[in-house]
T-cell receptor, first 117, second 113 residues
């Protein structure tokens, strides 16, 4: 079974400072990895994905993630945090094809990011 | 149209009620999903539909009954729910055979009283 782990329940960072939200993965084949963000009482919004290619993936709202195969990590980063980045962040891994081309996403437990003014 | 629309946004129902949640997308996605999310927890997969056919049922109790009447619409019929079923119910859709992430709706906040 494929899984992701987010070791931090909460990350606090001062506005303007760089932020990192950690994610490690365990897969049996090629990893397909995703980051989503969730604001209170809202659905999940797609930030970025790693399928293949460059290890540094750029996504929405200035976020990027670094894929590291040797460390089985896919950490989310942003050079300068904004107060509006405060939200719940989920790392996810795509499971094997569930049939007829659909697939399951398995989510980490989530990391609450708080950006302090 | 790049959205998944869920209605209603909020629902309060009694344990003897019958209600339905609705999800709609017009992006041509042929896979649609129902997830359940408790507060401060990750979403948990309930059902997967591919080409309007149920492909995965993650051992969900029969008081939850999904329906996919066409390629744009996904329903979740609710009957005789329990208070512990109170949660945010998320619908998502995706392309088939392509390595894209899901597009999620904003969810229905369900409270069972």
């Amino acid at each position: 079974a494929q899984s992701v782990a987010q070791p931090e329940d909460q990350v606090n960072v001062a506005e303007g400072n760089p932020l990192t939200v950690k994610c490690t993965y365990s897969v049996s084949g090629n990893p397909y990895l995703f980051w989503y963000v969730q604001y209170p009482n809202r659905g999940l919004q797609f930030l970025l994905k790693y399928i293949t290619g460059d290890n540094l993936v750029k996504g929405s709202y200035g976020f990027e993630a670094e894929f590291n195969k040797s460390q089985t990590s896919f950490h989310l980063k942003k050079p300068s945090a904004l107060v509006s980045d405060s939200a719940l962040y989920f790392c996810a891994v795509r499971d094997a094809n569930s049939g007829a081309g659909s697939y399951q996403l398995t989510f980490g437990k989530g990391t609450k990011l708080s950006v302090i003014p | 149209d790049t959205e998944v629309t869920q209605t209603p946004k909020h629902l309060v129902m009694g344990m003897t009620n019958k209600k339905s949640l609705k999800c709609e997308q017009h992006m041509g996605h042929r896979a649609m999903y129902w997830y359940k999310q408790k507060a401060k927890k990750p979403p948990e997969l309930m059902f997967v539909y591919s080409y309007e056919k149920l492909s995965i049922n993650e051992s969900v109790p029969s008081r939850f009954s999904p329906e996919c009447p066409n390629s744009s619409l996904l329903n979740l019929h609710l009957h005789a729910l329990q208070p512990e079923d109170s949660a945010l119910y998320l619908c998502a859709s995706s392309q088939l055979g392509e390595l894209y992430g899901y597009t999620f709706g904003s969810g229905t906040r369900l409270t069972v009283v």
